[in-house]
């Protein structure tokens, strides 16, 4: 494992790449200063898109975000939000998210080697058993096998996005450079049964014109990604196929791919994404928002 590489390009969040090392810093005391409004996802991606950048002055922030998460973590490792889901889902706090679980057990084997601080490995192991069985919240059980849920709603979500990235961390933590635990096969078994299951699962987040679907929630309209969540999806289907070779994802990535060439599946796409908004539309906060949103 390369601990400085990622399976998506974080760079940009949230503040672009060219963002000096004090302006992240900054940006991380603002982000964590109340914890009543604090996003986990926000705090590791600022810190996985700073090692993307490798650069070793970015390591401080690393450092801090790292800090953060073990003052923050629980006894059972979860990472609490402590605000009510803003829009489109209903979550009242405290919720807890496979995603930020899943990209912080991602950073956590990062930081553990480029830190030199090989007992992050321990909480990284915490962070993610949350997601290795098949109970709810994190995991809902399907008829195909489990599902990974960014959102822990009832009924499940299903957001594709944060489904993937959850895989990523548990096939981080399964592969990191250190001894084989009982958690770390765990964790293995959990992401090939989770690839599994997303191989069987991922034609129902195909619309018309080959377009994809953000979620399988029962919304009065079908939430349809918008373009840039649309593009990740493509770019998580291939990352995840370069780990777990199901011929679904890369087909499926071909033809989404297409479809960002195609006008009328771009407009169909975009047309459908803003006639969920009408239907569905967002809540504003005035703090900071969070990192991943529908």
């Given at each position: 494992?390369?601990?400085?590489?990622?399976?998506?390009?974080?760079?940009?969040k949230?503040?672009?790449?060219g963002?000096?090392?004090?302006?992240r810093?900054?940006?991380?005391e603002?982000?964590?200063?109340?914890?009543?409004?604090?996003?986990?996802?926000?705090?590791?991606?600022l810190?996985?898109g700073a090692?993307?950048?490798?650069?070793?002055?970015?390591l401080?922030l690393v450092?801090?975000?790292?800090?953060?998460?073990?003052?923050?973590?629980?006894?059972r490792?979860?990472?609490?939000?402590?605000?009510?889901m803003p829009?489109?889902?209903p979550?009242?706090?405290?919720?807890?998210?496979?995603?930020?679980?899943?990209?912080?057990?991602?950073?956590?084997v990062?930081?553990?080697?480029?830190?030199g601080?090989?007992?992050?490995?321990?909480?990284?192991?915490?962070?993610v058993e949350?997601?290795?069985?098949?109970?709810?919240?994190?995991?809902a059980?399907?008829?195909?096998?489990?599902?990974?849920?960014?959102?822990?709603?009832?009924?499940p979500?299903?957001?594709?996005?944060?489904?993937?990235?959850?895989l990523?961390?548990?096939?981080?933590?399964?592969?990191?450079?250190?001894?084989?635990?009982?958690?770390?096969?765990?964790?293995?078994e959990?992401?090939?049964?989770?690839?599994?299951?997303?191989?069987?699962?991922?034609?129902?987040y195909?619309?018309?014109?080959?377009?994809?679907?953000?979620?399988?929630?029962?919304?009065p309209?079908?939430?349809?990604?918008?373009?840039?969540?649309h593009?990740?999806?493509?770019?998580?289907?291939?990352?995840l196929?370069?780990?777990?070779?199901?011929?679904?994802?890369?087909s499926?990535?071909d033809d989404w791919?297409?479809?960002?060439?195609?006008?009328?599946?771009?407009?169909?796409?975009?047309a459908?994404?803003?006639?969920?908004?009408v239907?569905?539309p967002?809540?504003?906060?005035v703090?900071l928002?969070p990192?991943?949103?529908?």
């Amino acid at each position: 494992m390369d601990p400085f590489a990622y399976h998506f390009d974080l760079r940009p969040k949230p503040l672009g790449a060219g963002v000096d090392l004090d302006g992240r810093l900054a940006y991380l005391e603002r982000a964590t200063a109340d914890p009543s409004q604090t996003n986990p996802v926000t705090v590791v991606q600022l810190a996985l898109g700073a090692l993307q950048l490798r650069d070793p002055a970015q390591l401080p922030l690393v450092a801090a975000a790292v800090e953060w998460l073990e003052r923050t973590a629980d006894e059972r490792g979860l990472l609490a939000y402590r605000f009510p889901m803003p829009h489109t889902f209903p979550l009242e706090a405290p919720w807890y998210s496979s995603l930020a679980q899943g990209e912080a057990g991602s950073l956590l084997v990062r930081a553990a080697q480029v830190l030199g601080r090989r007992e992050l490995f321990d909480l990284a192991d915490l962070v993610v058993e949350p997601l290795l069985g098949t109970e709810p919240p994190l995991v809902a059980l399907t008829a195909e096998g489990p599902v990974l849920q960014e959102y822990p709603t009832d009924p499940p979500a299903h957001v594709l996005n944060g489904w993937i990235t959850s895989l990523f961390g548990l096939y981080d933590v399964a592969h990191a450079p250190r001894d084989a635990t009982a958690l770390v096969r765990r964790a293995s078994e959990a992401f090939d049964a989770g690839t599994a299951t997303l191989a069987s699962r991922l034609q129902l987040y195909r619309t018309p014109f080959g377009w994809s679907r953000y979620d399988l929630y029962p919304h009065p309209l079908a939430n349809t990604a918008s373009p840039a969540y649309h593009r990740l999806h493509v770019a998580q289907l291939r990352a995840l196929h370069a780990l777990a070779a199901y011929e679904p994802f890369v087909s499926t990535a071909d033809d989404w791919e297409r479809s960002l060439r195609n006008p009328a599946a771009l407009f169909l796409g975009v047309a459908r994404k803003v006639a969920f908004r009408v239907v569905r539309p967002r809540a504003r906060r005035v703090t900071l928002r969070p990192s991943t949103s529908p």
